[in-house]
């Protein structure tokens, strides 16, 4: 089993900035992908940025040339660096992964239990 622990989020101000972290514990083979995603109120689950295990990233449109998604693979850490953040960027944001437990390669997907990020003057 995978354990994801998110940190770093808050209240900022518009054009302000803030850092994400999320660690993964516990018993596994391998971590495959790690992603953020963000959920707003009465709407769908989001991918905002995902970081593959040899370093790919992808992003959202909404946040490209604002966040950067970058991952340790030795310490399982995955950061979101969120500039220029905009109101509409309010939102709970999870922490994703997907991993192997054995060396049977069944994958298995994980989450966070999100934390807040507020964008409001």
């Known amino acids: 089993q995978v354990q994801l622990v998110e940190s770093g989020g808050g209240l900022v101000q518009p054009g302000g900035s803030l850092r994400l972290s999320c660690a993964a514990s516990?018993?596994?083979?391998?971590?495959?992908?790690m992603a953020w995603y963000r959920q707003i109120p009465g709407k769908q689950r989001e991918l905002v940025a995902g970081v593959t295990s040899d370093g790919s990233t992808n992003y959202a449109d909404s946040v490209k040339g604002r966040f950067t998604a970058s991952r340790d693979n030795a310490k399982n850490t995955v950061d979101l660096q969120m500039n220029s953040l905009k109101s509409e960027d309010t939102a709970v944001y999870y922490c994703?992964?997907?991993?192997?437990?054995?060396?049977?390669?069944?994958?298995?997907?994980?989450w966070g239990q999100g934390t807040q990020v507020t964008v409001s003057s």
């Open positions: 516990g018993t596994f083979f391998s971590i495959n992908t």
């Open positions: 994703y992964a997907v991993a192997t437990l054995t060396r049977v390669p069944v994958m298995y997907q994980y």
